[in-house]
Nanobody, 118 residues
Framework: QVQLVESGGGLVQAGGSLTLSCAASGRTFSSYTMGWFRQAPGKEREFVASIGWSGNPIYYADSVKGRFTISRDNAKNTVFLHMNSLKPEDTAVYYC???????????WGQGTQVTVSP
């Protein structure tokens, strides 16, 4: 069982920066691929970024590439999403995800709101 708790969301002006954190419980954090997803009002949840258990591979959605950076600290059971040059269209609830393949397990956090004003 893995419990995920996101933090760091808030209100920021366009062009600003925020860093989201996701703290995970459990001794097997380092075996999970960690990801960030987001869901804007009236839209489906979409992939933002992911990072493998060792720090690689790293993937980004095209919409955030060059602006967002995902990282993890396995010693602290934490994954981060550094968001720069924020745009109003980045406004969404951001969710942390942990996933492993063998056996397949996936866990979600409760989400943290990010609002970017024009």
């Amino acid at each position: 069982q893995v419990q995920l708790v996101e933090s760091g969301g808030g209100l920021v002006q366009a062009g600003g920066s925020l860093t989201l954190s996701c703290a995970a419980s459990g001794r097997t954090f380092s075996s999970y691929t960690m990801g960030w997803f987001r869901q804007a009002p009236g839209k489906e949840r979409e992939f933002v970024a992911s990072i493998g258990w060792s720090g690689n591979p790293i993937y980004y959605a095209d919409s955030v590439k060059g602006r967002f950076t995902i990282s993890r600290d396995n010693a602290k059971n934490t994954v981060f999403l550094h968001m720069n040059s924020l745009k109003p269209e980045d406004t969404a609830v951001y969710y942390c995800n942990a996933e492993r393949m063998s056996p397949y397990m996936t866990y979600w956090g409760q989400g943290t709101q990010v609002t970017v004003s024009p």
